[in-house]
């Protein structure tokens, strides 16, 4: 018998927020039904100000801003239901990741903080909410991130092969599925978020589509060189990252070294090859094996990026997960959806071979409807 779940997530692009109605049985987890919500453009410049310059965020801020993304997932989920048909009483429960505004696992006080009250989002549709997902891990030693390689291993492993699913999201992480059952995780890097943020700055654009942008000028090596030299690239497993660590004005901060100014659309380049090579680089570090790649997220539609990864791992079979049956666009949704049923479950929802935790936990606090 299966049950019904939604998933919310507004990633670090903050483009939009994914909604995913899946049933959940002894035969994996089934998308039935999928909703992109855009945030309006108030609440949208307020969360791009708190996590851009978070030194001129107070408590006000900060609360209004979780009330309304709250009001936002809530909404999302009342036009999710409303396509679907499906009514609120016949949903077990929703997960919601929320949106990160600040993530900061290698303190002395480790935390991580999304907003999105989910109070809000269980007053508004009726259905138990869970939310909350990584603070648990953290408090066991973990990195809190990233979750959903145990979701990936659940609906995506094989016996008889080397997979790896790749999200490119604003951050891009990545989880090595071996034949054995085996299981690895991290976050390589940027995916999308420098050049999403490069592309508003010069373009006025949200993002760069089909890395066109990217494709229209070369790269410029001295720049990406001095970009790879981020310490991060070499920090040893547990390890995740988030825009605190990558954003623009660490970018900015590159570009006023060089010796000479580099053109705009040479730095989209950079970008969209910083992305490619540290992904190539962590992939064949981890498992030198040849396998299947398959990819997630916004970035999974950025032909420019697929072109520049197909270069660097020749040996992989690149392809989106729809193969494996589940959208490119809807992966990180459906895995907040699969960890509220664990959680209703009471089963863990972490790897601790993938957080650095000391032990597999329960993640996720239930708020009722």
């Known amino acids: 018998?299966?049950?019904?779940?939604?998933?919310?997530?507004?990633?670090?692009?903050?483009?939009?927020?994914?909604?995913?109605?899946?049933?959940?049985?002894?035969?994996?987890?089934?998308?039935?039904?999928?909703?992109s919500h855009p945030i309006a453009p108030e609440t949208l410049s307020g969360m791009r100000r708190l996590v851009e310059h978070p030194e001129d965020a107070g408590l006000e801020i900060l609360g209004e801003l979780d009330v309304a993304l709250g009001r936002e997932f809530g909404a999302a989920v009342l036009e999710l239901l409303g396509d679907s048909g499906i009514a609120a009483e016949d949903v077990r429960a929703i997960g919601s990741h929320g949106q990160t505004v600040m993530h900061s696992p290698r303190l002395d006080n480790p935390f991580t903080m999304q907003i999105g009250d989910p109070n809000v989002i269980a007053a508004m549709s009726g259905i138990a909410t869970v939310a909350d997902f990584?603070?648990?891990d953290l408090a066991l030693g973990g990195q809190g991130a990233p979750l959903v390689p145990a979701f990936h291993k659940a609906v995506f492993g094989s016996p008889d092969e080397h997979r790896a699913v790749l999200n490119l999201g604003g951050i891009a992480n990545l989880t090595l599925l071996q034949p054995d059952g085996g299981i690895a995780g991290f976050d390589t890097g940027p995916g999308?978020?420098?050049m999403d943020a490069w592309t508003r700055r010069h373009q006025g654009l949200p993002y760069d589509e089909h890395g066109s942008w990217a494709a229209s000028a070369p790269l410029n090596d001295g720049l990406l060189q001095e970009l790879l030299s981020h310490e991060y690239f070499d920090r040893p497993l547990p390890k995740s990252t988030g825009i605190e660590e990558f954003n623009l004005l660490w970018l900015q901060g590159i570009l006023d070294g060089l010796a000479k100014p580099v053109a705009p659309e040479s730095v989209?380049?950079?970008?969209?090859?910083?992305?490619a090579i540290s992904v190539a680089n962590s992939l064949t570090a981890a498992c030198p094996?040849?396998?299947?790649?398959?990819?997630?997220?916004?970035?999974?539609?950025?032909?420019?990026?697929?072109q520049r990864l197909g270069a660097h791992l020749e040996t992989w079979r690149i392809e989106p997960t729809d193969a494996l049956g589940i959208g490119a666009d809807w992966v990180e949704a459906a895995a907040f959806a699969w960890l509220a049923h664990r959680r209703l479950e009471g089963l863990p929802g972490n790897v601790p071979a993938v957080t650095g935790a000391s032990r597999e936990t329960v993640l996720g606090a239930i708020y009722p409807a």
Request: charged letters at 20%; a neutral charge; glycine letters at 12%.
């Open 289 to 306: 094996a040849s396998g299947r790649l398959f990819l997630c997220g916004g970035g999974a539609h950025n032909q420019a990026l697929v």
């Open 192 to 194: 999308n978020t420098l």
């Open 134 to 136: 990584r603070r648990k």
């Open 268 to 275: 989209q380049a950079t970008l969209c090859e910083l992305t």
């Open 1 to 35: 018998m299966s049950e019904r779940y939604i998933g919310l997530l507004s990633g670090t692009s903050m483009d939009a927020i994914d909604a995913v109605l899946v049933r959940i049985g002894e035969d994996g987890c089934t998308v039935d039904a999928t909703r």
